[in-house]
Structure formats: C-alpha cells, structure tokens
C-alpha cells in the first residue's frame, strides 16, 4: 500500500486549490494502480505499522478471544476423547459436568475469560506447558486480584479445586506460535502409536509364552535321566516289546519336533525376547529450531541438506528391522497354531520387506517427517520431491507455505510476475499421495489432515500456513490473524485429499 507524497506548498489556502489537490491525488493513485511509472515515482511507502484503518481494532491480540490456547488431552488417556480443544471451552465443558445448576459455581463461571485470557498471555512460545501447574498459577492469581470476602473466597477455592481435579496428569496447554503445528503433529502420533504400540507389546508377551511352552513341551517329550532308570527297572513288569510297538504309533502330539521347525521356533522366540520398544515414535529430518521438540524422549531429529532424501534412506533402515520383528512374530502365530508350511512359508519369510507389511504392521514403524522449505521443494529439491511422493513409502513431508509468496520464485523476481507454483496440485498430479493443506489457526482442520495421513500409511504431503513468515522483527497484526485471513480469503484455502476415500475425485477431496 502506497500513499501519495505530500504537498509541500503552504501558501495554497483557497477553496479551489484544495478542489485541485483532491482531484490531483485522485489522478495520481489512478494511474499509480495502472502501473504508470511517472505515479509510482511520485508515491512513496508508507511506515512498516501502517494498517488499512478496519485491521486497526486487531492490533491488540489479547483483548479478543480466538480458539488458543488449546488444551491437549493426555497421549494415554482414552481414544474417544478429542485430542485437543480450546482451553476455555475444555474447562467450561468440565465445570458444567461438575454443576447440578445453573447457580452453582457462579463466581467461577463469570470469571473462567479471564483465566483463559492470563492463560494466553502466559504462553509466550508455542511450546505445551503443563496444564494443572499453570491451572494452579492463574486460579491463584485470579483470587488475589477479586479479592472477595472470606465466605465467598472460600466457596471459589473449593470450585477451583474441583475443577483441577478434572484436569488429568499429561494435559498440557499450547499456545499459538511458529512451532503449534510441529507440536500437534507430534501429539497425534504419540496418541496414535502409544495405544498400537501398547497392543503389539501385548500381542508380543503372548506369542513368547506360546512358544516357550511349545519348548517345555518338547522337554517333557525327551525325559531325564532318572526317568530312563526307572524304565528300566519296570521292565521287569512290562512287556518292553509290545510297548514299543505301540509307540511307534503313537499320537501326533507326540512326535518329536523336527530339528528344522526346532530351529525356527528358537530364533522366532529370540527375537521376540531381544526386541526393545524405543520410545522413539517420529523422526524429523531437517531443520530444528524448537528446544523444547528436540528435548521430547519421543522425537529424535536427524540433520540433513536433502530431507526427502535421507527420510526415505530412514525409512528403509527402520523398516528392515521391523522386518525381522514382524516376521518373528508372524512365525510365532503359526507356530502356536500349527499352521507353518514350510514349502509354502519358507520362501515368503526369505524376501519378508517392509512392502509385506499389514496396514497394523505399517501404523507401528517409527513415522519419519521431512521438514523442508517450500522454495527448495520448488527449487533444487524438486527432484528428490517428486521422486518421494512416487515412492509409496509412507513418508510424511511438512512445508510453511507463504500464501503471498511465489516459492518457485527466483532471488530478486516478483513472485507474481508467472504463475504461481502450487505445491498442492503437483502432490496431486502424483495420484497416490495424501495431500493437507491447512493451517495452525484452524486446529481442528490441521489435526484432520495429520490424522487422515498417519491413518493411510501413504506417502503425504503438509502444506501448512502459519501466519508468522515476516520481513519485520515484530509483526504488527498477531500471526493467528494472518494465518486466518490466508484462509478465509482463499490465498491458502483448506485442502484434503485422500485417496483412499474412493476411486472419483469427488470422494477424494
């Protein structure tokens, strides 16, 4: 936004001057906006504070209401349960379902904005903070600043104890920031991975002691040394060659193991027993700036000038000693059951890759996210990105797109002097791949997204507009308030597509 250079002449003072300065300025930005340069030259830029007169109101973020801070429920607690919601509607949902009436808990329930709002401001970065600790910090400083009398202090501590008792260990609160959409990301897989892995470690403890008693039971078959003694001292009772006759048609259940299925059940059984969980649940590949995701047990962040390329090389590594797990645990499941061929299963288990995996088996493998700038997917990464998103390794790319920017933009270029490169329709031209285009400042699309791809094991693509990509050192409008605008006027609209939804575009998208 351009304003026009003022008119130092101050001895104009008549009526019809002014007439014709008026028009002048009207003449002068007509011709300024048809791009005439003469106009542009007489035009300078106005200070970088400058807002169109309506964004004014907004310049003060705290004093309107939006949906951060969100509260994240606990990784563990039930599925059923959302994984995030803003704070204010999480703790009025609470009270409510601690009330019986309307007038009670009134005093907390007229002053529950204004723990919303110190909540707020306490979040200064995007970083989760735990959610009973700093419940404690803003129910104590909201009593101190009401200050009530002693009955009506009392009657308030005890509600507020109440509803912190509501708030489950593990809950955080996030607030909005650069890194909300890392952190969301990292939420929805540690609340996907920790049930399925829960499970499996189950599924695992049960086949060991399957195959253990298969072992004990092959023991038992072969007998002591003080059981052969006394064999032989009944022989003098039994009729040893009748007896043996017998044995050799004995009953299956009976028959010694084969050294080879013996063998097998040994090494199936080792390596169920060796196997370690590793709390590590996603990798990042690229650039990190965010101390408190790099410090999660959960998370480990891998350097690395071309992400696409080395996610894909982690993937494969990861996936080959899940090989062996999964195959372990699959010959124990025959095992037990007496379903093993070896003509048939023999040469499966030979190539078993991480292509054979089942959909559980796949949900299971450490998730690996590439964290790549846009300008270098559409850039000197282009290569290595499409090569990726033809793989069908279920490999997640994450980019912040900048929905007034070109990315495909050279160095000096004006980023609308071609067409812009949209990173969306090119995932799309490679068919199989699950596209999410969306923001932090909605976090219920933004979760969408990141769950629909961590439930395809798909390779997919997350372009995600954060509002906060700036020139100047302190914006002047809050980044959840350009990230909205990008959404609602449609430079960075709302996209999903998945491909597993049906086999037309219209159910895909």
């Known amino acids: 936004m351009n304003s026009v250079t003022q008119n130092n002449q101050d001895d104009v003072s008549t009526g019809k001057a002014e007439v014709d300065d008026g028009a002048s300025v009207i003449d002068v930005l007509r011709r300024f906006h048809f791009g005439e340069p003469k106009a542009a030259a007489s035009t300078n830029l106005p200070a970088g504070t400058t807002l169109p007169a309506l964004l004014n109101p907004y310049r003060d973020a705290s004093a309107i209401r939006y949906q951060y801070p969100l509260y994240l429920a606990p990784p563990d607690g039930e599925s059923r349960t959302p994984l995030a919601k803003p704070a204010g509607e999480h703790l009025l949902d609470s009270l409510e379902a601690l009330t ?17 709002r110190y909540i707020r401001r306490t979040l200064v970065d995007s970083d989760p903070v735990d959610a009973q600790k700093l419940f404690d910090v803003a129910a104590n400083a909201m009593q101190e600043k009401l200050d009530l009398e002693p009955s009506s202090r009392d009657v308030l501590a005890a509600d507020l104890e109440r509803l912190r008792s509501v708030i489950p260990p593990g809950g955080t609160f996030l607030g909005y920031g650069p890194h909300t959409s890392l952190h969301l990301m990292v939420h929805a897989i540690r609340h996907r991975h920790e049930h399925q892995r829960a499970a499996f470690r189950e599924q695992v403890n049960k086949q060991i002691h399957g195959l253990h008693s298969l072992l004990e039971v092959e023991k038992a078959k072969t007998g002591s040394g003080d059981e052969a003694s006394t064999a032989d001292a009944a022989s003098r009772y039994l009729n040893t060659g009748a007896l043996s006759g017998m044995l050799e048609q004995r009953a299956h259940g009976s028959v010694d193991m084969p050294d080879d299925r013996r063998a097998r059940v040994e090494d199936a059984l080792q390596i169920l027993k060796s196997w370690q969980d590793s709390p590590v649940l996603v990798k990042f590949v690229g650039a990190l700036d965010d101390k408190a995701l790099s410090a999660l047990s959960c998370l480990d962040v891998i350097d690395s000038g071309s992400p696409c390329e080395t996610a894909a090389e982690i993937f494969r590594q990861d996936a080959e000693e899940f090989a062996a797990l999964f195959a372990a645990s699959r010959i124990a499941a025959l095992e037990i059951d007496d379903n ?25 493998v450490t998730r690996v996210v590439a964290l790549v700038s846009a300008d270098h997917l559409a850039g ?19 980019t912040w797109v900048r929905a007034y920017d070109n990315p495909a933009a050279q160095p000096g270029e004006d980023p ?18 699950v596209i ?27 372009l995600i507009n954060r509002g906060t990509q700036t020139s100047a050192k302190a914006p002047v409008l809050d980044p959840w308030f350009v990230a909205s605008a990008a959404l609602e006027s449609r430079a960075h609209p709302f996209l999903l597509v998945d491909p597993d939804a049906g086999d037309h575009a219209a159910e895909r998208v």
């Open 436 to 462: 999410a285009q969306s923001s932090a400042a909605r976090h219920e699309d933004l979760l969408d997204g990141f769950l629909c791809a961590l439930d395809s094991n798909r390779t997919s693509l997350h």
């Open 380 to 398: 000197d990464g282009l290569p290595a990105f499409s090569k990726l998103l033809g793989s069908r390794l279920p490999v997640h790319v994450l």
């Open 100 to 116: 019986l009436s309307d007038d009670d808990a009134r005093i907390l329930k007229d002053n529950l904005p204004w723990i919303e």
């Open 340 to 364: 093993y061929k070896a003509d048939i299963h023999d040469s499966w288990f030979a190539s078993f890759d991480w292509q054979a995996f089942s959909d559980k088996e796949l949900q299971l």
């Open 416 to 433: 609308f002097a071609t067409y812009r490169f949209e990173l969306a329709y090119f995932g799309v031209g490679h068919r199989q791949v």
